[in-house]
């Protein structure tokens, strides 16, 4: 069973960091892409970042460069999302999910199989 587990939102102030983490299970963990995709109140869901854990290849929206790293520990089967200098426009429901299919690295919402429930982040002014 594949299992996605978001958490580690909460509200922080403009300016501030918080690092998500995205728990995995059910399925081979090193093979596939883990993505980072975030949906706010009247918006399209968006892709973040994204990186293919067997060789650690990273992708990042424009939105994000510089602020945002994405990580992974494969023995804990968890990719992280270490958000800095966070903006009130980065207010989102953030969703974790995996690509078992595409051959390529991508923040297609489309594209991804499974995904986890969200972890809501506030960004205050």
């Known amino acids: 069973e594949v299992q996605l587990q978001a958490s580690g939102g909460g509200l922080v102030q403009a300016g501030g960091s918080l690092r998500l983490s995205c728990a995995t299970s059910g399925f081979p963990f090193d093979d596939y892409a883990i993505g980072w995709f975030r949906q706010a109140p009247g918006k399209e869901r968006e892709g973040v970042s994204a990186?293919?854990?067997?060789?650690?290849?990273?992708y990042y929206a424009d939105s994000v460069k510089g602020r945002f790293t994405i990580s992974s520990d494969n023995a804990k089967r968890t990719v992280y999302l270490q958000m800095n200098s966070l903006k009130p426009d980065d207010t989102a429901v953030y969703y974790c999910?995996?690509?078992?299919?595409?051959?390529?690295?991508?923040?297609?919402?489309?594209?991804?199989?499974?995904w986890g429930q969200g972890t809501q982040v506030t960004v205050s002014s």
């Open positions: 990186i293919k854990i067997s060789d650690s290849n990273t």
């Open positions: 999910a995996v690509d078992t299919a595409s051959p390529f690295i991508n923040l297609y919402p489309g594209v991804y199989d499974y």
